[in-house]
T-cell receptor, first 113, second 110 residues
Framework: DGGITQSPKYLFRKEGQNVTLSCEQN?????MYWYRQDPGQGLRLIYY???????QKGDIAEGYSVSREKKESFPLTVTSAQKNPTAFYLC????????????FGPGTRLLVL | RKEVEQDPGPFNVPEGATVAFNCTYS??????FFWYRQDCRKEPKLLMS???SGNEDGRFTAQLNRASQYISLLIRDSKLSDSATYLC???????????FGKGTTLSVSS
């Protein structure tokens, strides 16, 4: 079945530690996105990529980094510079030109110990 | 002012009720709008697109008023399974990313 997978489902981070969230899709979509959702809040865009080896900052990119070495993969690293990383992280993908229809992965919940 | 604003609710309605959600957007250059549905602790999924001419899908009707920069979603004959958070969404001016509202929570009870 085609879709988006995110791992792990839950992730714990210690203070000062970098952690990487995985996102893989087999939908053959060119565009991929990372969002953060806090309780009672909408989704906020962290980074997005429309093509391999290229990505753009979203509204809240500070403290995060991404890479897009393969079309299928768009990992997100939460660095120690992100002072409030506890949130629900959602990865999505879409066809270029059809950004309104984004397919989301099941999300990763990141908690700081 | 947030780009997309919604009444967070919660809206608590009995089965069979009709309920309407409203949303406003601040960027008059935005061209495309949508409603997404998000179940508790799950990922959002596209519910429907919103057009000036209105868009109906079964019990759901979405409407766009560009003059007032206002979007609505009407749910008729509410079902228990409609309980979720409904996210109002605009495509950004560049057409490259979505801007999400905070969501309106609906709880349908028997």
């Amino acid at each position: 079945d085609g879709g988006i997978t995110q791992s792990p489902k839950y992730l714990f981070r210690k203070e000062g530690q970098n952690v990487t969230l995985s996102c893989e899709q087999n939908l053959n979509h060119d565009a991929m996105y990372w969002y953060r959702q806090d309780p009672g809040q909408g989704l906020r865009l962290i980074y997005y990529s429309q093509i391999v080896n290229d990505f753009q900052k979203g509204d809240i990119a500070e403290g995060y980094s991404v890479s897009r070495e393969k079309k299928e993969s768009f990992p997100l690293t939460v660095t120690s510079a992100q002072k409030n990383p506890t949130a629900f992280y959602l990865c999505a993908s879409s066809i270029i030109g059809y950004q309104e229809t984004q397919y989301f992965g099941p999300g990763t919940r990141l908690l700081v110990l | 002012r947030k780009e997309v604003e919604q009444d967070p609710g919660p809206f608590n309605v009995p089965e069979g009720a009709t309920v309407a959600f409203n949303c406003t957007y601040s960027n008059s250059a935005s061209q495309s709008f949508f409603w997404y549905r998000q179940d508790c602790r799950k990922e959002p999924k596209l519910l429907m697109s919103v057009y000036s001419s209105g868009n109906e899908d079964g019990r759901f009707t979405a409407q766009l008023n560009r003059a007032s920069q206002y979007i609505s979603l009407l749910i008729r004959d509410s079902k228990l399974s409609d309980s979720a958070t409904y996210l109002c969404v605009a495509l950004n001016q560049a057409g490259t990313a979505l801007i999400f509202g905070k969501g309106t929570t609906l709880s349908v009870s028997s």
